[in-house]
């Protein structure tokens, strides 16, 4: 395990940002700590890079605990929301901050200083390179768009070789389209670099696609933690189940619209029965809404929501004011079954 | 390993994804209200509060220990001595007149810089920074190149109330301006277009839009415009003549006290001075606080 | 935005360009008249006029020594605030701005309470010990950083406001100390908010007059500044000897504002692009 958290809890005032926290992050993989605003995912982030202290609770990085190493001497790379670029360098100082601080201090023009200031200047290539911005070496950041500048400060925090990479909301800054080209790349980068990684986000997609697991994080407490796909599947509860994809309501039990079957005939026992009141296509999917027929002695119950391909709704022939039958498709079970517990 | 398993809840529709930047705000912003001081900063406060001790704390206090020296009886008796008494009647009405000629002229002015166009705009800008870097004695002798016995124009101001005033315009006159000019570059013209759309006519725009957006940074300028006016002591020296009962404005009673060797009485108008300061910065550190709550 | 009717634009247009000629543009270029009234003889003279130079001198030393003093306070001050808590913050943060509503007579009387060598809090004490503060330059110095405190501070903190900690931190988890930190990103980005707060600081400090007049005793030829020259000349009509000065003295402010001009839009430059 490359971090332990064990029992850390962070007030902030009244407000319990993390409540007794527990968490083991293996090593090389890449990890998403998701979850809604103001859920302590940030905070938890933050403590891992000793940039906060718990209130309660250790830290352990690597199997030395780091509790209370200051952030200069954990050795964790950082990438923060808003880049923290600095201004008055130019992309290659930049990267190359970490590396002249830790260089031994030596007389200038010695050989020691000039062996320092080659490998220093090789290292800095090589990482430009690695997030291809090598022709703009000698720029300074403010001629750099948004996603150069987190690649660049993705470069600046690699470049001392970290235990671990932590990155806050890395592309919360960007617009959706270089957002989705950084994602991509990111998870080509830890291909390639292996390091061990977390990231915050607050975007399901975002984590869902690139991490290896996801750590469900709300209200200063972690909900579930899995795979992408078991999380998807088999959400342990409604809260993880809401967040990560859409949810509708049949028959009493919550499951994900694109898990119901839809019959034009009474066929299955325990189908509910129900009149589509519209349907919308959107792309090459189509969003079907179904009032289920009143039930007399019982509440109405809410509309339910179905997605289903073009084709499929074009060989049932669904149109408004069509009459239907709904049921749990089979392989939903499982998150419905969570879902009733 | 930790535990996946969390209690169920009531069921809890799904939140939409919204920007997290409030989590960040907890981590970043927020901090709890102990010290936060390490090693290095304790010792650089520790250091910077004894030179501001020695320097400003402890000198301020010596005037406070002084007026307060002579007992209650003391001190309004040299507080209300005819010749001190005229000063401080002076002096607080010129710094009041001054101020209400800087609130309409300063907001003219930042008006005229921030909204107009013209030729030899940018001089002018350079121009409302001159009363701060002169000296203020030579600001003084600059005005009685124009005003005093020598004026082209004819207008002998020296030695007279007028002459105070002016001193005092000339002195605050950057206060109001440079107050009121960032906030109107600032202030959303989107605002004042909405008003337009919905019928308001410019006038309307601006006594309920723009003037009530521009008030806090109108009175801020008017208070230091008020205590540097009050306070006021080197542009006067040359040109108002310091006659008793006419032209004598309370620093220069104060410097009185202090050549006639009256430190005690000296410091008694001095600790008044002191008191409307006091008054003036802690109004304006809850203005800003209001403000600031605004957003 | 509003658009003002055209006779309105020109009535605030002269209002304010007239306001502004009659009492600044006007004056001033008044005494540049009389100070070249003689031709150049008139400084020819001044410059040859030992308490001329003796004033010029001392008023550089006491500028100077007061604009690094307040240099290196300020900064410090400006970080603490800024960066960290204590207690007793917020009335430090109000404090420092008193000096510039404090009348310089007042400076110039509290000091004097203080350190005067026969009556003063701790003046017989330091006087025993070979420092004479009143009367001599210790006293003007610091009079003149007194009255110039809050200018550094009132530049360095909103920019030290606005740049936020990211970068500090962003120092940090890459390994810097606090030294480190402080010397390699913070000053670099507070740069130009400390060379404008530190030219701000100087124009005050060589204009300085009711309070050195206080402290200073006002010894013509040996703790007269240049300010004090200019009004015991003027009061000795000796009135072309105190333009002359006064000339020189506005040369000084206006060099100030100049570097105030160029140093500004720099200073700016992030914010814009930030918007």
């Given amino acids: 395990m490359s971090i332990e958290v064990s029992g850390v809890t962070k007030r902030f005032g009244e407000f319990v940002a993390l409540d007794d926290v527990n968490l083991s992050i293996p090593t090389g993989e890449l990890t998403a700590l998701l979850g809604p605003s103001g859920g302590g995912k940030s905070t938890l982030l933050r403590i891992i890079a000793g940039l906060e202290s718990a209130d309660r609770g ?87 768009s948004g996603g150069q500048r987190q690649r660049m400060a993705l470069a600046r925090a690699l470049a001392v070789e970290p235990k671990v990479l932590l990155l806050d909301e890395p592309f919360g800054a960007l617009d959706a389209k270089v957002r989705k080209e950084l994602r991509d790349w990111l998870r080509r980068l830890h291909d390639e670099v292996h390091v061990t990684t977390v990231f915050v986000t607050h975007d399901q997609e975002e984590a869902l696609e690139v991490a290896d697991r996801i750590v469900v994080i709300n209200d200063g407490r972690i909900e579930q933690i899995g795979s992408p796909d078991q999380l998807y599947d088999e959400p342990a509860n409604d809260f993880v189940m809401g967040f990560l994809g859409e949810v509708t309501e049949l028959g009493g039990v919550r499951l994900r619209p694109h898990d119901i079957d839809v019959a034009v005939s009474p066929g299955v026992h325990g189908s509910v029965p129900g009149v589509i009141s519209r349907v919308l296509r959107v792309g090459f999917e189509v969003r079907v809404t179904v009032v289920p027929d009143p039930v007399i002695g019982a509440a109405p119950a809410p509309e339910v929501n179905v997605v289903m391909s073009r084709a499929h709704q074009r060989s049932l022939g669904l149109a408004e004011g069509a009459k239907v039958w709904l049921s749990p498709a089979p392989e939903a079970a499982r998150a419905r079954l969570a879902a009733v517990r | 390993m930790a535990d996946t398993a969390t209690p169920v809840r009531a069921p809890s529709v799904a939140r939409p994804p919204t920007p997290d930047t409030s989590a960040r705000g907890f981590g970043g912003r927020v901090r709890s209200r102990v010290s936060t001081l390490t090693l290095g900063s304790g010792l650089g406060l520790g250091a910077a509060m004894i030179w501001f001790s020695l320097l400003v704390l402890l000198p301020l206090a010596a005037v406070v220990a002084t007026a307060a020296a002579g007992g209650w009886k003391a001190y309004l008796s040299v507080l209300t001595d005819s010749q001190t008494l005229a000063a401080i009647t002076l002096t607080v009405g010129q710094a009041g007149l001054v101020t209400l000629v800087n609130v309409v002229m300063g907001t003219v002015i930042a008006w005229v810089l921030v909204r107009d166009r013209f030729w030899g705009r940018a001089v002018l800008n350079v121009i409302i920074d001159v009363p701060f870097a002169l000296p203020t004695v030579v600001a003084g002798l600059v005005l ?23 001193a005092l315009a000339f002195v605050t006159l950057p206060f109001v301006v440079r107050a009121v000019q960032p906030v109107l570059e600032e202030l959303d013209t989107d605002v004042e277009e909405a008003a337009a759309s919905l019928g308001a006519s410019p006038a309307t725009i601006i006594g309920r839009i723009i003037l009530p957006a521009l008030a806090p940074a109108i009175t801020t300028g008017a208070a230091l415009s008020f205590a540097r006016a009050i306070s006021e002591y080197g542009s006067l020296v040359l040109l108002s003549g310091n006659r008793p009962f006419q032209t004598e404005v309370v620093s220069v009673r104060v410097l009185a006290f202090i050549e006639n060797g009256n430190n005690a009485g000296a410091a008694t108008v001095a600790s008044a001075m002191l008191a409307v300061a006091l008054v003036v910065i802690i109004a304006l550190d809850l203005l800003q606080r209001m403000v600031a709550r605004r957003g | 935005m509003v658009r003002t009717s055209a006779p309105v634009r020109w009535l605030l247009r ?81 404090l420092v701005d008193l000096p510039l509503s404090v009348s310089p007579v007042v400076v110039g009387l509290a000091l004097v309470l203080v350190y005067n060598g026969r009556t003063g809090w701790f003046g017989p004490f330091l006087e025993d010990h070979g420092l004479q503060v009143i009367f001599n330059s210790p006293g003007m110095i610091m009079a003149t950083t007194f009255v110039a405190l809050p200018l550094v501070i009132r530049e360095v903190v909103p920019t030290l406001t606005e740049i936020g900690e990211d970068q500090e931190q962003a ?30 600081s100087l124009a005050r400090s060589v204009g300085e007059f009711g309070a050195v007049k206080v402290v200073s005793g006002n010894v013509t030829g040996s703790t007269q500044t240049a300010t004090l020259v200019v009004e015991s000349k003027y009061e000795g009509f000796a009135q072309p000897e105190a333009y002359g000065v006064a000339f020189l003295l506005v040369m000084v402010s206006i060099a100030c504002l100049i570097v105030v001009a160029v140093v500004r839009p720099r200073e700016n430059e992030p914010r814009r692009n930030k918007r």
């Fill in chain 2, 144 to 166: 009685l190149t124009l005003y005093g016995p020598t004026s082209p124009m004819g207008l002998d101001f020296a030695f007279t109330r007028m002459a105070v005033w002016l």
């Fill in chain 1, 58 to 144: 250790t830290i352990m990085i690597e199997g030395a605990d780091a509790t209370r190493v200051p952030a200069r001497h954990r050795n964790v790379g950082f990438v923060f929301q808003h880049y923290a670029v600095f201004k008055h360098m130019t992309v290659a100082r930049n990267v190359a901050f970490g590396l002249q601080i830790r260089a031994k201090p030596a007389v200038p023009f010695s050989t020691t200083w000039r062996e320092d200031r080659a490998r220093i200047n090789h290292r800095v290539e090589e990482l430009l390179d690695l997030v291809h911005l090598s022709q703009f070496a000698q720029r300074l950041p403010s001629q750099l």
């Fill in chain 3, 14 to 94: 002269v209002l304010a360009i007239g306001y502004l000629l009659f009492l600044v543009a006007l004056p001033l270029m008044m005494l540049f008249g009389d100070t070249f009234a003689d031709g150049l003889s008139t400084l020819g003279s001044i410059l040859s006029d030992p308490d001329v130079i003796s004033g010029f001198r001392l008023t550089i030393i006491v500028a100077l020594w007061a604009v690094v003093i307040n240099l290196f306070f300020g900064v410090t001050i400006s970080i603490l605030l800024v960066r960290y808590e204590f207690p007793g913050k917020r009335a430090l943060s109000a």
């Fill in chain 3, 171 to 200: 120092a940090r988890s890459l390994g810097a100390g606090p030294l480190q930190t402080l010397w390699r990103i913070t000053l670099p980005s507070i740069k130009w908010a400390v060379v404008y707060g530190v030219v701000l």
